[in-house]
Every structure is written in structure tokens, then in C-alpha cells.
């Protein structure tokens, strides 16, 4: 098999395990160009050639221009795009090669422009900040609930928001994100007829709940709660490429065609066929195997929850979190996230996120009950080894801050900026945005006032071993501020 005539043999196996060819276009022009001999005097520049960079290039096809109707094209992904906005329930959807973020993007500015107000949940991911900054929109900040037995965020109360837009009856859109990065929700249907009633659109970074609504035990998609946009990471929790994602839009209080225009300006025009044929393979995969293929995963991550209750171990549960999100909590038994990942990382285990009070093990329908066994089993046996003196639960930085917005974020990033050292940055006005990672979520963003509450919170989060990103000095030693 060769996409091309220069006797490079293709490494990949096209198989289709699944059966799903028939239904998914681009899964079906994907397999059909790989078993296909080609001469392509077009990019991409290595041809399809493996002996000269190697596999890495291996199944990288272009989306052709044109309406090649059995190759990868724009005709070819409006098809498989109007399958999962059927599938949906949406009156649009779109494939995005540029992750969650670029969708993110254009979410912001699909509703919102500049000087306009927005509400905004402290929940959301860095990427719908950068949002912010490019539609040149006021920010609204609502904080959730934050749960004091775990110190995270649990739900945004419906009054809340009710009470933020009777403040700011000029806002145009309200941003939150379901389920937040350890799987609590919301009550989507609340706060949509919330949004409604001021006659603007819910939209939802529902990033990790792509597998939502394909099984009883499983909350309903976003979409189905009421929510008008929906962007979701098809990498996260389905079997895509990493950087796939998709969006979902419903048109009463959406304008599509302005939709349409925006993400098209965060996308690139070299988009990957790859990509793309692997969020229609995945959104095939849910269509026909879903539940089979979610049960059992469902099952053997609420056995490993009980098995770590059961050891002493502290875990989020309950009925409004995601069954297939497992959040380890640490305070309790007095051992370092930190040192627990070590030791799954010399054992070749990579988690999903760790620090000093929570481990986060990332599990979906590609995992089998004997690997989730097998993963408590090592947790509970390297948690006993580093049982300590127990913590006080605290608030994730993240999450104990309330912002103090002075500027827009637009306005401070485009700043001019002067780096101070961080005790002489209180008081000023961040160009940065500052953020615990993961989950992403800042505790100071372009455009706010830096107090001594937010340093602090900082300057543990990073002694606790937790990464800091997106600032330019991560040592927190120095920080840029607008000038005086």
C-alpha cells in the first residue's frame, strides 16, 4: 500500500476494526487514499515518503481543494460534519484541527465583539481567555461553589448567574464549562433557561464530555441540556488525534453564519485529513458501539472508587460528577501526589494530572477493567507507602482567588509592560496570565490587580510542586505589569 510512486511502503495497518467505514466519510477517503497509489505534486512536502524522516509522517494526508467526492475534501467534511450534528441534535457542527482552544476562540467571538460584556465562569481553561483578548470583550467573572471536603469546584448556582445578569442586563453571552477539570456539573438546564430568559446564548467548553449522553449512567450532552454552543475535545475522551475537536451550535440565539466566519478564521487552510478522519471515525464509534463500549469502563471505575474508599483513600463522588472521572484525593491520608506520580512514572503509568493533594488518572472507553484494576492495585500499594501526617483540605489557588478586572484583557496584553520583582508587583495591574497547570484555570489573567492573596496562593501552588504556566518567569520571582 503507498499514497505515492516512490516505492516507500506505507507502516500503516488500515484496517477497520470496527466496521465503521460505511458510515464515516472521511474514515472511508482516508483508508481509500492510504490503499491507493499516488504521485502528489502537492503538499504536504515530504509526499508521503517514510524512508526519509520516517513513520512520523506515516498517514499525513491534505484536504484536497475541491469536491473530490471519495477523497478528503471541504464537500467531503460537510458530510460527516451534518452525521454528528444529526447525531448531535445541532443545527450546525464543525470539525476543528486546532484543539478545543481554537474553537474556544471562536466561540467567544461568535457572540460577542469589542467592549461588549460577557459573563465568564471562573472555571473556564486558559483558551477562552485568549478568546477574551481577541474579541476585545468586558469579562463578568461568577464563581462556583467551591465543595470544602475536597477544596474544588463543585457548581455554578443558577441564582448566581441570575444575580450577575440582573447587574449586567447588557451582557451578551454567559461562558461556563461543564463538566469543570474533575468532572462536577452544573444544573446546564437552570442556567441555559437562565441565559434564555435574557434572550442570550449558554455556551458550554464541555472539552471532556465528548462521551456524554451515550450511556444511562452518563450525564446528557451539553447540547441536550439547553446549551446553544458546545466545544468539545474529540481527543480527550474518544479515540481522535490529538488537536481534534468539534462544535456544536444551535441557531435560535446563535447567528451560524457569523459562526461560520469566525471559526473559519481560527482554523488552519492546511488542515489534516488525519485529524479530521478521526473525529469521523470516533463520532461513527459512538453511533454504533457507545454503550457497549462505555459499560464496562463505567463499572470497573465505580469498583476502583469503593476499592479506595475502602482503603482509606478519599475520592469525589456523587451524582453530579462524571462516573468515568477519577479525582484521588490525598489531604486525607497525608501522601504527596507528587511522589505517588513518581513512582507510576518509573513504572511507565502517566496520569493525567498530579500534585501534592490530588492525582487524576485519565480514564475512557480505550482503557479495559483489567488496566483500571491494575492501576488501583498500584495506587493503593504506593499511596500506603507514603502515608504521612494528614493536610488541612485548601482551595486550589485557582479557586480561593476573586479577580479584581481593572483593565480589559485585551487592553493589557497589548500593553506596554515592565517586569518587577514579584514583592513590588501588588497593587499592579497583571499583563500576564498566571495559571496553576493543570487544569489551566488562572488565577490571575491580563488586565486584573495582583494581590498579595493571589501571590500567595501562587507561591504555594509552585511550592507544592505544581507547575506554573504561561508567565515568563516561572519561578515567580519576577512579573510583568503595566506601567504606572
Same mark, same amino acid.
Given at each position: 500500500?503507498?499514497?505515492?510512486?516512490?516505492?516507500?511502503?506505507?507502516?500503516?495497518?488500515?484496517?477497520?476494526?470496527?466496521?465503521?467505514?460505511?458510515?464515516?466519510?472521511?474514515?472511508?477517503?482516508?483508508?481509500?487514499?492510504?490503499?491507493?497509489?499516488?504521485?502528489?505534486?502537492?503538499?504536504?512536502?515530504?509526499?508521503?515518503?517514510?524512508?526519509?524522516?520516517?513513520? +512520523?509522517?506515516?498517514?499525513?494526508?491534505?484536504?484536497?481543494?475541491?469536491?473530490?467526492?471519495?477523497?478528503?475534501?471541504?464537500?467531503?467534511?460537510?458530510?460527516?460534519?451534518?452525521?454528528?450534528?444529526?447525531?448531535?441534535?445541532?443545527?450546525?457542527?464543525?470539525?476543528?484541527?486546532?484543539?478545543?482552544?481554537?474553537?474556544?476562540?471562536?466561540?467567544?467571538?461568535?457572540?460577542?465583539?469589542?467592549?461588549?460584556?460577557?459573563?465568564?465562569?471562573?472555571?473556564?481553561?486558559?483558551?477562552?481567555?485568549?478568546?477574551?483578548?481577541?474579541?476585545?470583550?468586558?469579562?463578568?467573572?461568577?464563581?462556583?461553589? +467551591?465543595?470544602?471536603?475536597?477544596?474544588?469546584?463543585?457548581?455554578?448556582?443558577?441564582?448566581?448567574?441570575?444575580?450577575?445578569?440582573?447587574?449586567?442586563?447588557?451582557?451578551?453571552?454567559?461562558?461556563?464549562?461543564?463538566?469543570?477539570?474533575?468532572?462536577?456539573?452544573?444544573?446546564?438546564?437552570?442556567?441555559?433557561?437562565?441565559?434564555?430568559?435574557?434572550?442570550?446564548?449558554?455556551?458550554?467548553?464541555?472539552?471532556?464530555?465528548?462521551?456524554?449522553?451515550?450511556?444511562?449512567?452518563?450525564?446528557?450532552?451539553?447540547?441536550?441540556?439547553?446549551?446553544?454552543?458546545?466545544?468539545?475535545?474529540?481527543?480527550?475522551?474518544?479515540?481522535?488525534?490529538?488537536?481534534?475537536?468539534?462544535?456544536?451550535?444551535?441557531?435560535?440565539?446563535?447567528?451560524?453564519?457569523?459562526?461560520?466566519?469566525?471559526?473559519?478564521?481560527?482554523?488552519?487552510?492546511?488542515?489534516?485529513?488525519? +485529524?479530521?478522519?478521526?473525529?469521523?471515525?470516533?463520532?461513527?464509534?459512538?453511533?454504533?458501539?457507545?454503550?457497549?463500549?462505555?459499560?464496562? !469502563?463505567?463499572?470497573?471505575?465505580?469498583?476502583?472508587?469503593?476499592?479506595?474508599?475502602?482503603?482509606?483513600?478519599?475520592?469525589?463522588?456523587?451524582?453530579?460528577?462524571?462516573?468515568?472521572?477519577?479525582?484521588?484525593?490525598?489531604?486525607?491520608?497525608?501522601?504527596?501526589?507528587?511522589?505517588?506520580?513518581?513512582?507510576?512514572?518509573?513504572?511507565?503509568?502517566?496520569?493525567?494530572?498530579?500534585?501534592?493533594?490530588?492525582?487524576?488518572?485519565?480514564?475512557?472507553?480505550?482503557?479495559?477493567?483489567?488496566?483500571?484494576?491494575?492501576?488501583?492495585?498500584?495506587?493503593?500499594?504506593?499511596?500506603?507507602?507514603?502515608?504521612?501526617?494528614?493536610?488541612?483540605?485548601?482551595?486550589?489557588?485557582?479557586?480561593?482567588?476573586?479577580?479584581?478586572?481593572?483593565?480589559?484583557?485585551?487592553?493589557?496584553?497589548?500593553?506596554?509592560?515592565?517586569?518587577?520583582?514579584?514583592?513590588?508587583?501588588?497593587?499592579?495591574?497583571?499583563?500576564?496570565? !498566571?495559571?496553576?497547570?493543570?487544569?489551566?484555570?488562572?488565577?490571575?489573567?491580563?488586565?486584573?490587580? +495582583?494581590?498579595?492573596?493571589?501571590?500567595?496562593?501562587?507561591?504555594?501552588?509552585?511550592?507544592?510542586?505544581?507547575?506554573?504556566?504561561?508567565?515568563?518567569?516561572?519561578?515567580?520571582?519576577?512579573?510583568?505589569?503595566?506601567?504606572?
Amino acid at each position: 500500500m503507498s499514497q505515492h510512486a516512490f516505492g516507500a511502503a506505507t507502516l500503516l495497518d488500515t484496517k477497520d476494526p470496527m466496521g465503521l467505514r460505511s458510515s464515516a466519510p472521511l474514515l472511508d477517503a482516508w483508508i481509500r487514499d492510504m490503499e491507493t497509489d499516488r504521485s502528489p505534486f502537492q503538499i504536504p512536502g515530504h509526499k508521503g515518503r517514510t524512508d526519509l524522516t520516517g513513520a +512520523i509522517v506515516d498517514g499525513d494526508i491534505p484536504v484536497l481543494p475541491g469536491n473530490h467526492p471519495y477523497r478528503i475534501s471541504p464537500s467531503l467534511i460537510l458530510e460527516a460534519e451534518a452525521l454528528a450534528a444529526d447525531l448531535w441534535g445541532a443545527d450546525l457542527c464543525r470539525f476543528g484541527v486546532n484543539g478545543s482552544s481554537g474553537s474556544n476562540h471562536a466561540a467567544v467571538m461568535a457572540v460577542a465583539g469589542p467592549g461588549d460584556k460577557v459573563i465568564v465562569s471562573r472555571t473556564l481553561h486558559k483558551s477562552v481567555l485568549v478568546g477574551l483578548v481577541y474579541a476585545g470583550v468586558v469579562p463578568i467573572w461568577v464563581r462556583p461553589e +467551591i465543595n470544602p471536603e475536597t477544596g474544588l469546584p463543585e457548581y455554578l448556582p443558577s441564582s448566581r448567574l441570575a444575580e450577575t445578569l440582573a447587574q449586567h442586563p447588557d451582557a451578551k453571552a454567559v461562558f461556563i464549562g461543564e463538566p469543570s477539570y474533575v468532572g462536577t456539573m452544573s444544573n446546564i438546564p437552570r442556567l441555559a433557561q437562565v441565559a434564555h430568559e435574557h434572550g442570550i446564548p449558554l455556551v458550554v467548553d464541555a472539552a471532556w464530555a465528548a462521551h456524554f449522553g451515550f450511556h444511562p449512567a452518563l450525564p446528557n450532552h451539553p447540547l441536550a441540556e439547553g446549551a446553544d454552543i458546545v466545544v468539545t475535545s474529540a481527543h480527550k475522551t474518544l479515540p481522535s488525534y490529538s488537536q481534534a475537536s468539534f462544535v456544536l451550535v444551535r441557531g435560535e440565539y446563535v447567528d451560524l453564519s457569523r459562526f461560520n466566519k469566525v471559526f473559519d478564521s481560527t482554523q488552519t487552510t492546511s488542515m489534516s485529513g488525519r +485529524i479530521l478522519a478521526s473525529i469521523d471515525a470516533a463520532r461513527a464509534l459512538l453511533a454504533r458501539h457507545g454503550e457497549e463500549l462505555i459499560d464496562p !469502563i463505567i463499572a470497573a471505575t465505580g469498583r476502583g472508587r469503593a476499592r479506595l474508599r475502602e482503603a482509606g483513600i478519599g475520592v469525589i463522588d456523587g451524582q453530579y460528577i462524571d462516573p468515568l472521572k477519577l479525582v484521588i484525593l490525598l489531604s486525607t491520608v497525608g501522601a504527596d501526589g507528587n511522589l505517588v506520580e513518581a513512582e507510576l512514572l518509573a513504572a511507565n503509568i502517566d496520569l493525567e494530572m498530579a500534585n501534592r493533594d490530588v492525582i487524576i488518572p485519565m480514564i475512557t472507553f480505550a482503557d479495559t477493567p483489567d488496566r483500571i484494576d491494575d492501576l488501583i492495585d498500584r495506587i493503593i500499594k504506593i499511596v500506603d507507602a507514603h502515608r504521612g501526617e494528614l493536610r488541612p483540605i485548601k482551595t486550589a489557588a485557582a479557586f480561593s482567588i476573586a479577580p479584581e478586572v481593572v483593565v480589559t484583557p485585551r487592553e493589557a496584553f497589548f500593553s506596554d509592560y515592565e517586569v518587577v520583582p514579584a514583592a513590588e508587583a501588588v497593587g499592579r495591574v497583571s499583563v500576564e496570565m !498566571i495559571c496553576p497547570y493543570p487544569p489551566g484555570v488562572p488565577v490571575l489573567s491580563p488586565g486584573e490587580r +495582583i494581590t498579595e492573596e493571589a501571590l500567595n496562593a501562587l507561591f504555594e501552588a509552585r511550592d507544592a510542586g505544581t507547575r506554573i504556566a504561561y508567565v515568563a518567569d516561572r519561578t515567580l520571582a519576577t512579573l510583568k505589569v503595566m506601567p504606572l
